[in-house]
């Protein structure tokens, strides 16, 4: 449930945002850059919420017969 209100703040913020620069154009070609970087970061957790991943994550194997990593080894 938390997600979900996350997801509809951050759509709410970021319509506001939009609202704003079209209610007052941003004065230069920075100030219009500054304001789309919080704007994409808004938009990206309104749509995708908080996953960390889409890929799924790699297991590890901790077998006993695997070989140690090649710093340990004693000479």
Known sequence: MSSLIIRLVCGL????LV????ARPP???????GMLL?????L?????GTRRSR???????????AAPPSG???P
Do not use: I, Y
């Not at 990206?44 to 995708?48: C, G």
């Open 19 to 22: 609202l704003g620069v079209v």
């Open 55 to 65: 890929l799924p994550r790699k297991r590890t194997s901790t077998s006993s017969g």
């Open 44 to 48: 990206n957790f309104a749509l995708r």
């Open 13 to 16: 913020l970021f319509v506001a």
């Open 72 to 74: 340990s080894a004693s």
């Open 27 to 33: 004065a230069n070609f920075a100030q219009g850059l």
């Open 38 to 42: 919080p704007g994409v970061f808004l």
